[in-house]
């Protein structure tokens, strides 16, 4: 007797964009077991070529900034039937399917590995694999109600960091602080919140240790780092 069979067919699909998210997609694309076919075309590219494109396609990416997403879906693609996948985590449209991956993409491309452990946040009753074909990656549902809080959470997680490390960076080069021995700090302060989360934290915050604090925050005087300490004390000091 035989079996039925799920055959998997590649799709063709229009990339629109030429940033960092299209070239990391265009890359990612190209290491699927069974890639789909890529057009790609940007706003340096003949608007004909578009045209003709969106004749040959089954889906359209839509990989541009959120501000671009609505003005080119209405004057390229609306009325059309061809399936629209934009990646914004904070638009949201009913006229768009959507998937926001929740990674820090770079400026170089990354490994297969880490491609392939990237979680995709999708509306409801949403197929990852109608969006993205032959993309095997985990994904979870993010309501419209709860789309925002979740990006401005992506946003607070994903930057806030980087510019206290930014600061902390600057006036530690000024003291003559080895990149390397601050670099083995983060690495750890991160794994040890990886693995502890809130039992991590350590200092004087944690302590209540207001004599340090004050001292802490004197040192910082007349920098961006004091009114931001500040502002930390007062929210999370018990």
Same mark, same amino acid.
Not at 63 to 74: H, K, L, V
Not at 92 to 112: I, K, N, V, Y
């Given at each position: ?7 998997? +067919? $590649? ?12 070239? +990391?997609?265009? @890359? ?19 608007? @004909?070529?578009? =045209? ?5 396609? @089954? ?6 900034? %959120? ?5 080119? #879906? !209405? ?16 638009? *949201? %449209? ?5 998937? +926001? ?5 770079? !400026? ?7 491609? @392939? ?9 949403? %197929? ?15 309501? %419209?109600? +709860? ?37 083995? #700090? ?8 990886? *693995?502890?989360? !809130? ?23 007349? *920098?961006?780092?004091?009114?931001? #300490?500040?502002?930390? =004390?007062? !929210?999370?000091? $018990?």
């Amino acid at each position: 007797m035989k079996q039925n069979v799920r055959i998997e +067919h $590649s799709k063709t699909i229009l990339l629109i964009g030429s940033g960092r998210l299209a070239k +990391h997609l265009q @890359h990612w694309n190209s290491l699927l077991e069974k890639p789909n076919t890529l057009l790609t075309w940007d706003r340096s590219q003949d608007p @004909h070529a578009l =045209v003709k494109y969106l004749n040959q396609c @089954h889906i359209v990416w839509l990989a541009i900034r %959120d501000s671009a997403i609505i003005p080119f #879906y !209405e004057t390229h693609l609306a009325g059309s039937d061809i399936p629209v996948v934009h990646f914004s985590g904070a638009l *949201t %449209d009913r006229r768009l399917s959507w998937a +926001h991956p929740l990674m820090s993409f770079p !400026e170089g491309l990354l490994a297969q590995y880490v491609y @392939h452990s990237i979680s995709f946040a999708i509306g409801a009753n949403t %197929d990852l694999d109608q969006l993205l074909p032959g993309f095997k990656n985990s994904s979870f549902i993010v309501s %419209d109600e +709860h789309k925002p809080l979740y990006h401005a959470l992506c946003v607070v997680a994903g930057n806030f960091p980087q510019l206290l490390w930014n600061e902390v960076d600057k006036s530690l080069a000024q003291l003559q602080i080895p990149d390397l021995a601050f670099q083995n #700090y983060l690495s750890q302060v991160l794994q040890n919140f990886l *693995t502890l989360k !809130e039992k991590s934290l350590t200092g004087p915050l944690v302590r209540n240790d207001h004599l340090t604090i004050n001292k802490n925050m004197a040192s910082l005087n007349g *920098t961006k780092l004091q009114t931001i #300490y500040a502002a930390f =004390v007062k !929210e999370f000091s $018990s």
